[in-house]
């Protein structure tokens, strides 16, 4: 089977909000939220944009998305993004190269039916985890034009 690693393209710095908990909505102040335009996953923290989170919720069904808002006080302008639901599913095997990222998962046939949803995470002891697509996942991904990401074929 064919997975892809979905990866930002490109840098930009968004505020982090202290002691914020995995599940709880977040309201960040940010100035220049109009950057945030030329992105539709930032990796740091596993956000989506609005117009991404449409896409994937036809792969994660039943799932609570929480929202991450970057607002300007001075422009009074929102931006808002969604935190990647948790995703229990982990693969049977994975194999990482030398610098550290995924190079193969081992996914059982069975379980891609059944328990896999075509979107998974692998935690990364670097950072952030690994946000992992299966092949219809990335094709659906390519087809609509988001910005600001990377699919590295694994």
């Known amino acids: 089977m064919d997975y892809f690693l979905l990866r930002q393209s490109g840098t930009i710095q968004i ?53 991450c808002a970057f607002v300007d006080p001075q422009k009074k302008t929102e931006k808002t993004f969604w935190f990647l639901p948790p995703l229990s599913y982990q693969p049977e095997q994975v194999t990482f190269s030398s610098s550290g990222l995924p190079c193969a998962v081992f996914i059982k046939e069975e379980d891609f039916a059944k328990k896999s949803p075509g979107i998974f995470c692998l935690k990364n002891p670097k950072g952030s985890p690994f946000v992992i697509v299966h092949l219809s996942v990335a094709e659906s991904i390519l087809r609509r034009g988001y910005c600001g990401l990377e699919l590295q074929r694994i």
Do not use: C
């Open 15 to 67: 505020p982090r909000e202290k002691n914020h908990q995995a599940g709880e909505p977040s309201v960040r102040i940010m100035e220049n939220t109009a950057s945030l335009d030329k992105f539709d996953y930032l990796s740091a923290e596993a956000l989506v944009s609005d117009r991404m989170k449409l896409l994937l919720e036809q792969y994660l069904l039943e799932q609570d998305w929480q929202p």
